[in-house]
């Protein structure tokens, strides 16, 4: 419910008589509220059910842009873009949390590249739905087909989220990942333990075991440098090969939608392949496609070639989801599982906040300041800080596989209560 906002801005800039300043306006407020706002709903997910929570933030979505559907003034435009916004941001959290409650390690990286690819899927198919929505209504009705059509589908799909969706394992009547599987148990080095986590706020848990834990921080830096890399070129991608490169308006088309649609088979094969090739250890590969992706950008700055450039680009495309989607996935492994919207929350913030703001803004500047050629300094410098946040992020998850292993052991090695001894509750 993104994309269907930037397909309606030359209809704002024609019928409402909107400048362009004003539209970058709306979509900045739109993504500085969503990184805020998943940075503080994702914490508050950690006390709600995850089904309820994520089905009333689609529903207040719809409501939302069903206003956007009937306005005609330039600053509820901006009110009612700020909630969608809001409202956009109570959706990673609880998807997060429901698949760090219900499925182990080994398999997280293949379901967490299945949930990866509805972003690709879900921005995909906007186009088509408006496309018929004007067919249908014709142009006369554009806020219709842009904003109440999408919006009636995702009240649809709220509906199903309420109805098939599940809550945690332990809502369900099931025992916990963890009491099932003890090798999923994360060990916890915090001096706030005498409290339990069910009678810990949100912002606690935040604190506790997120704020104060190195491994959040560095995955959510790691995250800040994929997003600068990632929205430097999205952002710039289609201005640049036009400028720069001489590209005709259908080859940048062209170029773009490889960028775009090349992350879905590449996503569902990283997590494949984090599963099973590297043992559930996410940060290698990405270390591997971020390499890649470096020597790619150095390709389709310096090349001339269309051909060369629009491959450099697709590949560029196809591998720089891979590390934000395996950012993803260790944010769950690096965290309780009780504080992992917290965790995502504050990388999701960090992501949006600064990376993406690096990657247009500051783009930006340098572009004005020394040229193409310094923007594309600042992304390679982006991505070499990127491969040091993975591998300490790395390194941190063979700390945690250490102590892990510790606690099996020690577990193992303990004397087991007999009917004549009965065991000690501390």
């Known amino acids: 419910m993104r994309n269907n906002f930037t397909l309606s801005t030359p209809y704002l800039k024609e019928q409402l008589d909107l400048s362009a300043t ?23 997910a950690d006390k709600a059910s995850p089904k309820l929570f994520m089905a009333c933030g689609l529903a207040l979505c719809a409501i939302v842009n069903i206003g956007l559907g009937f306005s005609t003034a330039f600053w509820i435009f901006v009110a009612l873009v700020v909630l969608n916004g ?26 967490g590249a299945f949930w990866n690819i509805s972003h690709n899927v879900g921005g995909g198919v906007v186009a ?36 098939f969706g599940k809550g945690s394992p332990r809502r369900e009547g099931l025992p916990t990942l963890e009491q099932m599987m003890p090798e999923e148990t994360m060990q916890l080095n915090s001096t706030s333990q005498q409290q339990a986590p069910e009678n810990m706020s949100a912002l606690q848990i935040f604190c506790t075991y997120v704020l104060r834990n190195k491994h959040a921080w560095y995955v959510s830096l790691m995250d800040v440098f994929v997003y600068m890399v990632r929205f430097g070129m999205i952002s710039w ?10 590209f005709s308006k259908e080859q940048m088309a062209i170029a773009f939608l490889f960028f775009e649609w090349a992350a879905i088979p590449s996503t569902l094969l990283a997590g494949w392949l984090s599963d099973k090739l590297f043992k559930g250890r996410r940060m290698p590969l990405a270390m591997i496609c971020m390499s890649i992706i470096f020597v790619c950008l150095i390709g ?13 680009a697709a590949i560029v495309g196809c591998l720089i ?20 919207g917290s965790a995502v929350g504050l990388r999701g913030f960090m992501s949006y906040i600064f990376g993406a703001s690096l990657g247009t803004s500051l783009f930006g500047v340098m572009v004005d300041q020394v040229g193409w050629d310094g923007g594309f300094y600042l992304l390679m410098g982006g991505a070499v800080c990127c491969l040091l946040f993975c591998y300490l992020s790395h390194r941190g998850t063979l700390e945690l596989e250490r102590e892990r292993a510790q606690h099996l052991q020690s577990a193992a090695s303990a004397p087991q209560p007999t009917a004549l001894q009965p065991a000690t509750i501390e």
């Open 22 to 44: 004003q539209i970058g306006l709306l979509t900045s407020c739109m993504l500085i509220t969503y990184g805020i706002s998943k940075g503080i709903m994702s914490t508050l």
């Open 86 to 111: 809001l409202f956009q941001g109570m959706g990673a959290g609880p998807s997060f949390i429901t698949i760090a409650n219900w499925f182990p390690r080994r398999e997280r990286g293949r379901v």
């Open 128 to 163: 088509p739905i408006v496309g018929v929505a004007f067919a249908l209504l014709g142009n006369q009705h554009w806020q219709a087909a842009n904003y109440i059509v999408p919006a009636g589908i995702a009240l649809g799909f709220a509906v199903i989220v309420l109805w």
């Open 237 to 246: 991608l289609p201005l640049y090969l036009l400028t720069v490169k001489h």
């Open 300 to 312: 389709y700055w310096r090349s001339d070639s269309l051909l060369v450039v629009t491959i450099f």
């Open 321 to 340: 989801y891979v590390p934000q989607f395996l950012a993803s996935v260790q944010t769950m492994e690096i965290v309780p599982s009780f504080a992992v």
